[in-house]
């Protein structure tokens, strides 16, 4: 495989991280704004500020709606409308730190800062239901973000960090 750049958004704001529906590119910062970008000319379209003043970890889709988590002890993700309304918040049980979110239309999968990679499934009001560890490859103590594969069932992309090297896995 080879990474071509086909498209880019300049911006003077360092996004922790993005989420892309149809043309509309939504970069979650760590200063508790939502930004929503346009993903074709990368002009600014609205943007709005999440309810908690902690740093955004994730963004997702959730139906009609995003999920942004927040970094803050306990941790939190909370529920937008896409034109930025605050619609709800809840907690993931067992003390889940959320760092990467992507919900499959029946559950979250969540990636959780641990001390090894972890990835957990999540009800829709954050009840984990099953904690699923690696069974190989990378050793890795946070993973800042997945992605379930939509080519691939049961296929999941995770962004690992332990130093250089880096690895998509």
């Known amino acids: 495989s080879m990474l071509v750049k086909l498209d880019s958004i300049p911006s003077r704001t360092q996004y922790q991280c993005i989420y892309v529906r149809n043309d ?30 902690t740093s955004a970890c ?27 309304t605050y619609v709800r918040s809840f907690t993931p049980t067992g003390g889940v730190q959320v760092r990467g979110l992507h ?5 979250f999968w969540a990636t959780s800062y641990a001390s090894d990679l972890v990835i ?12 699923l560890t690696r ?18 069932p049961n296929r999941l992309w995770s962004s690992p960090s332990n130093g250089v090297p880096n690895y998509l896995i």
């Open 24 to 53: 509309t590119v939504f970069c979650a910062l760590q200063d508790q704004a939502v930004h929503l970008r346009d993903r074709l000319t990368g002009a600014m379209l609205d943007s709005f500020t999440t309810q908690s003043a």
């Open 58 to 84: 994730a963004v997702c889709a959730f139906g009609d709606s995003i999920c942004v988590s927040h970094l803050t002890s306990p941790e939190f993700c909370e529920v937008y409308t896409l034109a930025g």
């Open 103 to 107: 919900w499959d239309g029946t559950q």
């Open 120 to 131: 957990y499934l999540m009800t829709p009001d954050g009840t984990v239901t099953k904690t």
């Open 135 to 152: 069974s190989g490859g990378v050793q890795s103590t946070i993973a800042r973000d997945l992605v379930l594969d939509p080519m691939y």
